[in-house]
Nanobody, 120 residues
Framework: VQLVESGGGSVQAGGSLRVTCTAS????????MGWFRQRQDKEREGVAV???????LYVDDAKGRFIVSRDLAKDSIYLQMNSLKPEDSAMYYC???????????????WGQGTQVIVAS
């Protein structure tokens, strides 16, 4: 199963972006999925995850600014990012998880990533 991200790009600080991840199979509908990011010279970290019942978790830095959502019929998840800061600049990866948590250890499939650059 492939996970394909799209929607990254460059934006000014304070702006918004929405990234999308689409799975190539409906078999992932039962799994939690989420967004992770890797900043330059940093480890990959969880940003927001969501399960099939739309329960979600967010990293503290994303609370109040980012919204994760899911459309099971389209096999897609989304991350709406608002009030972006330069420190949000990173490669954003979509992942399928075995459980709803922000740790990368639960990821069993990754997308290829989409770059987000926030200019100050």
């Amino acid at each position: 199963v492939q996970l394909v991200e799209s929607g990254g790009g460059s934006v000014q600080a304070g702006g918004s972006l929405r990234v999308t991840c689409t799975a190539s199979s409906s078999s992932y509908r039962r799994y939690p999925m989420g967004w992770f990011r890797q900043r330059q010279d940093k480890e990959r970290e969880g940003v927001a995850v969501i399960d099939s019942d739309s329960n979600s978790l967010y990293v503290d830095d994303a609370k109040g600014r980012f919204i994760v959502s899911r459309d099971l019929a389209k096999d897609s998840i989304y991350l709406q990012m608002n009030s972006l800061k330069p420190e949000d600049s990173a490669m954003y990866y979509c992942g399928a998880l075995t459980k709803l948590e922000l740790r990368t250890g639960s990821i069993f499939n990754w997308g290829q990533g989409t770059q987000v650059i926030v200019a100050s």
